[in-house]
């Protein structure tokens, strides 16, 4: 099958990755530098940053008013490394501070639910996916939010909701391999904070930090808002350069 994946590749007129360690797959197939393109995922449009009255509302629906909330929003699907938060809940357990909320559906999710059940973890929360018009207040819900990725998945993923997290002006906490694009962009740009799954202590120990220290996560969130309306704001239009000079070759 790679045989004939890689030949497809190498006879496309173009080939578009959504970053550099997806691109480096690609010339490692023999993709030439003139047929490859890199063009990174933008956030669904109308995204608003920022605290909104209907985020205020979903914290009280859910019974979050006064806890610092960590977020995972989005498809619990297989390549994201979901177990290592459980991990952290139960470090957290008795911080009754801090709440722990996945939002959306996907593969994982009644696995997931099992083992919150099994552990007796009270500080963690399954909701349904939200409708589109709400996604603003339903990232707004979050004080953080979490992105994550299998070992060994990182040069084949790069998962959408970096964007939308980013566009709502929220901080990042990446779990995956280190060696990575998006951990670079995470940690290089001052988005967030970026940890290996077997770091469970740390990542608990920094989630205890950062619910005390409200400036420190403003300064996350003002670094994510500005990177959103820099590279990433230009995706649509570099979609549309690219298609106008390959219809007039």
Known sequence: ??????????????????????????????????????????????????????????????????????????????????????????????????????????????????????????????????PRARLSETLAVGDVHLVTLRPGCEHYVFPSKFYGIIAAGRPVIYIGPARCELAQIVAGNGLGLVFAREETEPLAAALRALATDPQRCLLFATAAGRFAAGETAHAVSRWCGLLSRLEAC
């Not at 890199?38 to 859910?62: C, H």
């Not at 008795?94 to 009644?110: H, L, T």
Request: glycine share 10%; aromatic share 6%.
């Open 1 to 130: 099958i790679k045989p004939l994946r890689n030949l497809a590749w190498r006879c496309a007129d173009r080939c578009v990755t959504l970053g550099r360690d997806m691109a480096a797959v690609l010339t490692g197939a023999g993709v030439g530098a003139n047929r490859l393109s890199i063009i990174p995922n933008a956030a669904p449009a109308g995204l608003v940053a920022g605290r909104l009255p209907g985020a205020a509302d979903l914290r009280t629906e859910w019974a979050l008013d006064g806890k610092f909330v960590v977020a995972y929003s989005g498809n619990l699907g297989r390549v994201h490394d979901l177990e290592p938060v459980l991990d952290v809940a139960d470090c957290l357990r008795n911080s009754p501070d801090i709440a722990f909320v996945f939002i959306g559906d996907g593969a994982q999710r009644p696995a997931l639910e099992r083992e919150v059940a099994r552990r007796r973890l009270p500080n963690v929360q399954f909701r349904p996916a939200q």
